[in-house]
């Protein structure tokens, strides 16, 4: 069960007392991801999204799914959280491409946050970005290595036999080879361990790692970076435009590989 947001009815909710998350968490220990999932949706139907985001928290330790992440995304969202919550969509979106209501929501919550980036897409990059996406990255990996086992045997068979089918034939494989690689290479990019977002409601970008140092921009929750490079308690963070700044570690969140 996938929850879609009532965009209409967001509203930030505060967390409960300490004990009320203990409680939650004491009874997922033994619990198993659909058991958690299911009591995750029906905390969220309730409008308890911090304790739903608390179980499907529980249930990603234990197994990953498109479903578990686009739902705790929702709740974050119900709590004003928006950088969490693009990083959430952002994963589900790895997993089922496909999925309109991952998109839909990845790009609303991306027009939410305070900082507005005006990009023109190309949209010749963009569908053929999108002919790249039919696949998820594990299916394209597959996909690449049937593909190539399966024209290397047809390409022996030609060099052995000759024929127009068989060369028709390795001429096609290599087609869809390049396709599934070009497609892997892709969302190879896409899961970049660099890719980051802001997950605090005001961050300052600073020329160096402490508190000390000049103030060079403000950015706000939900804006995306890629991190340049990390020191003890603080990241070089480069945000869309070229600028960039160190920050502290725990005000952003890799969004893959962390």
Not at 84 to 97: C, H, Q, T
Not at 155 to 166: A, D, H, N, T
Not at 190 to 207: D, M, Q, Y
Not at 211 to 225: M, Q, S
């Amino acid at each position: 069960m996938k929850r879609v947001l009532q965009w209409s009815s967001v509203r930030v909710l505060r967390a409960g007392p300490p004990a009320i998350a203990l409680g939650v968490l004491a009874g997922s220990l033994y619990a198993s991801p659909a058991e958690l999932f299911s009591r995750g949706n029906a905390a969220y139907e309730a409008g308890q999204y911090v304790e739903a985001a608390t179980l499907y928290d529980s249930a990603l330790a234990i197994a990953h799914s498109s479903g578990l992440y686009y739902n705790r995304g929702n709740a974050y969202f119900k709590q004003g959280r928006v950088g969490r919550a693009i990083a959430d969509y952002l994963r589900a979106y790895v997993l089922s491409p496909g999925d309109r209501d991952i998109q839909n929501n990845l790009a609303f919550a991306r027009s939410y946050r305070p900082d507005k980036l005006l990009v023109i897409d190309n949209p010749l990059v963009k569908a053929f970005t999108s002919l790249l996406r039919l696949m998820d990255l594990s299916t394209a990996g597959l996909l690449a290595a049937i593909v190539f086992l399966l024209a290397s045997v047809v390409l022996s068979l030609l060099f052995i036999r000759g024929g127009r089918v068989f060369g028709w034939t390795a001429l096609g494989l290599g087609i869809l080879f390049l396709y599934c690689a070009a497609s892997w290479l892709g969302w190879n990019g896409e899961v970049n361990r660099a890719r980051a977002v802001v997950v605090v409601p005001e961050l300052t970008l600073r020329s160096g790692p402490g508190p000390d140092y000049k103030e060079i921009a403000v950015v706000h929750d939900g804006l995306e970076g890629v991190i340049r490079e990390q020191r003890p308690g603080y990241v070089l963070v480069q945000m869309p435009g070229g600028q960039g700044g160190w920050v502290d570690t725990a005000s952003v969140e890799r969004i893959f590989g962390r």
